[in-house]
Each structure stands twice: as structure tokens, then as C-alpha cells.
């Protein structure tokens, strides 16, 4: 909801109210998180010791299990594709000064956006669990690379040359 109403509250809010309004919802989270009932579990409940080990000794565990190649090459891949250099902030400015949307329908993106994350969730539990992580790996790697390079059509307004407005363009890549 706030996603979808943050850009219809910018435009008639202060940006102070609007991020009062928006952080009222993980307040409430936290706020209903103490409500929770645990149970406190003792050393004769556990399945085994409870061992406390030196940090060094942790630290070495750690590293043995990081240093996998499953563990580490996935790793590894992921760490390098999130530290490259983006588009986002030229991208932004494109689509709010050359475009013109504003932040009331940039707010019905970021709600697309969201509910195509779900999507996202519920097709992976649904179909996808039992796929080995490779393959998962590797087909979203090729479909983030395609869907990413869509936002290339509509820089240069070829969309508008396939009769497609920029809008719901907008609306059918949904950002990343």
C-alpha cells in the first residue's frame, strides 16, 4: 500500500509526513513482534550440547564451509553481479525529466514491482522448489539480462514505434 500511495502523497504531502506515514508500518511490525510467544528452550530440551566455542574456532568453521566451491562460486558470482556499476540514478532521471512520470504513477510501479515479487515467491514454491539451485541460477541470470536490457526499448522509444505507450511499457518491464 505504501508503495503504491507514496507517490500520490509526494505530490500532496511534505516528504517529512510521507516518511511518517511510511515508517508507521514497520513500527507496527516491531510492535507486534513482542506480542510473539516463545518458549524459552533449556540445555536438556536441546538435541545435543550446547557448545561454546572460541570465535577463532567459529571463524575457522565459517571459513571452512564458505570456502566450498558450491558455497563460494555462487557467492562469489552474485557479490560481483551486485557490485557493477548501474544505471539507476540516469535511468531515474530519464524517466522523471525526458518521460515525465510523476511520483504518483512511479508509486503504481513500485506496486507492480511488488506484487510481481510475489508472483516471483509463489512460482518458486509452487514449481521451482525441487529445481536444483544451478539451473535456477543460471535462468535468472539470463532472464534478469534480458528483462534488464528491455529498459533499453524504451530509451530509445521503440515502444512508441510498436504502438506501445511509455506508461504500460513502464508497467510490463517492472523494474528491478
Do not use: C
Not at 147 to 176: K, M
Amino acid at each position: 500500500m505504501t508503495a503504491y500511495l507514496s507517490g500520490w502523497l509526494l505530490e500532496h504531502l511534505s516528504n517529512p509526513s510521507v516518511f511518517a506515514i511510511a515508517a508507521v508500518f514497520p513500527l507496527l511490525v516491531s510492535a507486534v513482534a513482542w506480542l510473539i510467544a516463545e518458549e524459552r528452550v533449556s540445555p536438556a530440551d536441546s538435541p545435543g550440547p550446547l557448545l561454546v566455542q572460541p570465535i577463532g574456532q567459529q571463524g575457522r568453521q565459517l571459513w571452512q564451509a564458505i570456502k566450498q566451491p558450491g558455497i563460494l562460486l555462487p557467492t562469489a558470482f552474485v557479490f560481483l553481479w551486485q557490485v557493477t556499476p548501474t544505471a539507476d540514478s540516469a535511468f531515474f532521471f530519464f524517466i522523471t525529466n525526458e518521460l515525465g512520470f510523476k511520483p504518483e504513477f512511479l508509486g503504481r510501479v513500485r506496486l507492480v514491482t511488488s506484487l510481481a515479487a510475489l508472483l516471483g515467491i509463489w512460482i518458486y514454491q509452487r514449481f521451482l522448489r525441487d529445481v536444483p539451485f544451478r539451473a535456477i541460477l543460471g535462468w535468472s541470470t539470463v532472464i534478469s539480462s534480458g528483462l534488464g536490457l528491455s529498459a533499453l526499448v524504451l530509451v530509445t522509444h521503440a515502444n512508441r514505434t510498436l504502438g506501445i505507450d511509455d506508461h504500460w511499457f513502464s508497467l510490463g518491464i517492472v523494474w528491478y
